[in-house]
């Protein structure tokens, strides 16, 4: 038996936008080939700006305790035509939580609150991160495409798999 608090996953609030900003600038600068943005373009924003993400998006935390491990972002694609696909983004779980299951039921509260909101949920994941790949699988993403040069980061370039889920709403 163990002492150690459950994980919870929930969605993160305007309250919560100093550890939103703690983690997603780490995640900036411990994986800056994983994310479009960049330390430098957010980490001179405000807290109230973080604040203002928060308010409008749906990011999601993963916390043990008070301790948040992990994020993940979902934002339902903007147009008449394309208003039934959800985007996943913003995925990052610490160093010192990987391997401890944390990330899947993370992806997977992403994925039951877009069931509410779209038919597919579309994500993007350089191609070198296997692990990451690997984790989208098991909640049941496939490949569709491959963006080569897809960012680029202190001069190297990365290439990202485009993957997607098509999720049913009886589920």
């Known amino acids: 038996m163990t002492d150690r608090p459950q994980l919870q996953i929930r969605r993160l609030m ?6 939103f900003r703690e983690i997603r ?4 600068q411990q994986a800056p080939e994983a994310f479009g943005s960049s330390f430098e373009q957010e980490c001179s924003q405000s807290l109230a700006q973080f604040e203002e ?3 409008r998006s749906d990011v999601f ?9 992990g994020m993940a972002g979902y934002r339902t694609q903007v147009g008449a035509k394309r208003a039934h696909k959800g985007f996943l983004w913003g995925m990052y779980v610490r160093a010192s939580a990987r391997g401890t299951g944390v990330a899947k039921p993370l992806v997977e509260a992403v994925l039951a609150h877009a069931r ?10 350089v191609k070198e991160n296997e692990t990451a ?3 989208y699988r098991s909640c049941g993403f496939v490949a569709y495409g491959h963006e080569v040069h897809a960012l680029k980061q202190d001069g190297r370039y990365y290439d990202e798999v485009l993957m997607a889920v098509a999720l049913d709403p009886r589920t």
């Open 14 to 19: 305007p309250a919560d936008a100093p550890l």
């Open 25 to 28: 600038l780490e995640a900036l």
């Open 53 to 55: 993400v928060l308010a």
């Open 61 to 69: 935390g993963a916390f043990r305790g008070t301790d948040l491990l």
């Open 116 to 125: 509410e909101r779209v038919e597919l949920v579309q994500l993007s994941v």
């Open 133 to 135: 790949q690997r984790l």
